[in-house]
């Protein structure tokens, strides 16, 4: 037994029944899920969610099933971590990061939002999931339908990374190479929908696959001993991450389980494809959407669906949004392996090299309590540091040799 309510139109407020609509037939805008914060908070609490499973279904009256998960069950709780010496480089004493390289079962973020959808599917009876993607929702829609018995038919640009092809077709989906970016792909999803009856996680059944996402923000806040931080810094595609999170903290107040939030969410994107940042630096509350161009491929989304969300969220909590350029992005990536121990991919170069920028103009304080939303993980995302990273020295299998190695007598 779930406790939604049904669905609501962000823009006009029309309701809708708990169903899978994603658009307000009236004026557009997109549905949301609404809650019954008050049966809610009579069945959760600190105390309750502690003792339940180490995944993100510990805060499941807060996600919207109706029955229990049937895929995806060992999703979430992935490790926060205290950045020392990565906070020492960056002059921070409070700063850490939230790991999702090592979220199950496919190694990003994307798993969260993919647990939620696929069991949504089911329980409104497909027989076929589906999803336009820039990579890592490939992934995880492919794994869970997998897992789930369910057929699939993935879309996605063609020149994505081949971790991310070979990732995606292991599980045995249909996955279908669009020749053009990623706002193409998902135009062409938009009509595929209309006409072929699948549950499209991130199209067909929006609104339920976009909460998964809350769990990241719940995470944080449980992980950091029931309080939201100063800041989180966040990766931005289509912009439904960096809302959901706001969103996660909000309700966490609302249901007494945290302090009033005080967080600055501060959204990052790669500066080959900023229209949501770009848009909070020229003060702007509407997106111009841009061409992508930039190695930041899973956050590649020129016309980002919840693009307004995503600046109305930085601005409400007071947030900030920057880009960093493709180097930026790789010398991050290393900055992260080598002080934290962990390979993120592109999105996290691009989180930290934000994150580093606004240490600079003063909007994060050295002890100011710091997240970065660490979204997915670096073998994924080889190719690009593959030219950046050196290459093995090569020896005979004596050790002589390896004495003139350490000697300095044989160079690279
Ligand atoms: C999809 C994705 C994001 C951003 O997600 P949105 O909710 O679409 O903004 C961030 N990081 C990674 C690694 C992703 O795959
Ligand atoms: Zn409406």
């Known amino acids: 037994m779930g406790y939604v309510l049904g669905l609501q139109c962000r823009e006009c407020g029309r309701q809708y029944p708990k169903e899978p609509l994603h658009v307000c037939e009236f004026c557009f805008g997109p549905l949301e899920i609404v809650y019954d914060y008050e049966q809610i908070r009579r069945v959760l609490s600190r105390e309750t969610i502690a003792r339940g499973p180490r995944s993100m279904w510990r805060y499941q009256p807060l996600l919207p099933l109706d029955g229990d998960p049937t895929v995806g069950l060992q999703v979430g709780f992935t490790p ?76 996605i640009p063609a020149d994505i990374e081949m971790t991310k092809v070979v990732g995606t077709l292991i ?4 996955l279908v190479g669009i020749r053009g970016v990623y706002d193409e792909v998902n135009r062409l999803c938009s009509e595929i929908a209309a006409n072929f009856p699948w549950a499209f996680v991130n199209i067909t059944i929006r609104p339920f696959y976009g909460d998964g996402s809350k769990t990241f923000g719940y995470e944080i806040a449980e992980q950091l001993g029931w309080k ?156 690009a540091v593959m030219g950046d990273v050196g290459s093995p020295i090569l020896i005979d299998p004596r050790l002589s040799a390896f004495q003139d190695l350490f000697n300095g007598k044989e160079g690279k």
């Open 80 to 155: 926060l971590i205290k950045a020392k010496r990565l906070g020492k480089v960056m002059g921070l004493n409070n700063l850490y990061i939230k790991n999702d390289c090592v979220n199950h079962p496919t190694l990003s973020f994307k798993d969260r939002v993919v647990a939620v959808a696929v069991s949504k599917a089911k329980e409104f009876n497909y027989d076929t999931v589906a999803c336009a993607s820039t990579g890592n929702l490939a992934n995880s829609v492919a794994a869970h339908a997998a897992e789930a018995g369910l057929k699939s038919y993935i879309f």
């Open 171 to 174: 599980y045995g989906t249909t």
């Open 228 to 383: 939201a931080p100063d800041h989180v810094v966040i990766p931005v595609a289509g912009s439904s991450l960096i809302t959901k999170v706001w969103k996660a903290f909000n309700e966490f107040a609302h249901l007494g389980l945290i302090d009033e939030v005080k967080t600055k969410i501060h959204a990052a994107q790669a500066s080959g494809c900023a229209p949501v940042t770009t848009a909070i630096k020229e003060n702007r509350d509407f997106i111009k959407p841009v061409i992508p161009n930039t190695i930041a491929k899973s956050i590649a989304i020129g016309n980002p669906a919840d693009g307004y969300y995503g600046i109305k969220t930085v601005k409400e909590s007071g947030g900030y949004g920057e880009d960093v350029a493709d180097d930026e992005i790789v010398e991050c990536m290393k900055l992260l392996a080598q002080t934290e121990g962990i390979f993120a991919e592109t999105a996290g170069g691009v989180t930290l090299g934000v994150a580093r920028k606004l240490v600079a103009q003063g909007r994060i304080q050295p002890d100011d309590v710091t997240v970065l939303a660490i979204t997915g993980n670096g073998l994924k995302t080889q190719e």
